[in-house]
């Protein structure tokens, strides 16, 4: 497992939304759910992005996918009052939408590498899905939502994957990282195995180079050393694990690689500035998904089921 892979670990679409029916001008789709990441694939036509936190409107079209960080509200809409000619829809369209509630710590570390809206071309494997998924969409096969979410998780990785290596981006060093022969295999082993006692010389061993070629590779790549690294990364890991029920100061302890939990909770005061059990404390319980995201909601609509405002 890598530093990507456990950033979406628990992230899960869960009820994804699709306006049934084929969307003509004029019309808005407000989704007000409190995501931290929603996922919007247009199957037929364009609109626009547009966030209630402000920002320029993004136009959104039929071949792309739009990443948008919550947990603000916003709308898709054919009229983003820029204007005609814009860019924007003028014609019917026709969208499925995934919210992603991004619960833990250790998931919500890819918002920081994200911007308020990313769109990407839907290209590669990801377009071969688009017909397969609306189909799915407009059948009434057993098990269809279950169907659509997991394909939407999937779409969501393409969609990352293809922002992170479009021409010109500014990917998180991790990620950059992930591809260096040297950071690589130790960020890897470090993330397969946080509990282990990693030590420089060892992590070097698995890079396949002196400690010292190691250390400064990873230093120019990642921007701090690789012990202090490793121990942010397990401390983010405590974070989510103390909030599980059950879950004992000691048990999380051995989990992030710490024998005495009077260490462990010295070194997560250190680093995140809170006890362990006050931090438990104040997260409380993991949040749970709703079996159904919020709809986008209509002015002249009910509210419980997808539809479209004119």
């Known amino acids: 497992m890598d530093p990507f892979d456990d950033l979406l670990r628990g992230v899960r679409a869960n009820g994804a939304a699709f306006a049934g029916s084929v969307l003509t001008p004029p019309w808005t789709l407000r989704f007000t759910e409190d995501a931290y990441l929603t996922l919007c694939v247009p199957l037929l036509g364009a609109g626009w992005i547009v966030r209630d936190g402000g920002g320029e409107p993004r136009p959104l079209r039929t071949g792309e996918a739009a990443i948008v960080r919550g947990p603000e509200p916003f709308a898709f809409t054919d009229d983003p009052g820029t204007g005609p000619g814009a860019g924007g829809g003028d014609g019917p369209a026709l969208l499925l939408a995934g919210a992603y509630r991004v619960p833990g710590e250790v998931p919500r570390r890819l918002l920081c590498a994200l911007p308020p809206v990313a769109v990407v071309p839907d290209e590669h494997d990801c377009a071969a899905m688009r017909g397969y998924l609306e189909a799915q ?22 969609t990352l994957r293809q922002w ?26 470090m993330h397969d195995a946080p509990e282990r006692a990693w030590t420089l010389p060892s992590l070097a061993a698995v890079a396949g180079v002196s400690r010292s070629t190691f250390a400064k590779r990873f230093q120019a790549l990642l921007g701090e050393p690789p012990l202090t690294y490793l121990t942010e990364w397990r401390m983010a890991l405590a974070a989510d694990l103390l909030t599980e029920p059950g879950m004992t100061v000691a048990a999380v302890a051995r989990r992030v690689g710490y024998a005495d939990p009077f260490g462990f909770s010295a070194a997560f005061k250190r680093v995140r500035g809170i006890s362990p ?34």
Do not use: M, N
Request: charged share 20%; hydrophobic share 40%; with cysteine.
């Open 137 to 158: 969409l407009t059948t009434g096969l057993p098990g269809r939502q279950i169907v659509v979410d997991r394909l939407l998780d999937w779409l969501l990785v393409c």
């Open 164 to 189: 992170f290596d479009r021409p010109g981006a500014e990917p998180p060093a991790w990620y950059l990282a992930l591809g260096d022969d040297v950071a690589g295999p130790a960020l890897r082993a």
């Open 277 to 310: 059990s006050a931090h438990r404390a104040e997260s409380g319980p993991p949040p749970v998904l709703p079996s159904q995201i919020s709809s986008p909601v209509p002015r002249r609509a009910h509210a419980s089921k997808p539809s479209r405002e004119k």
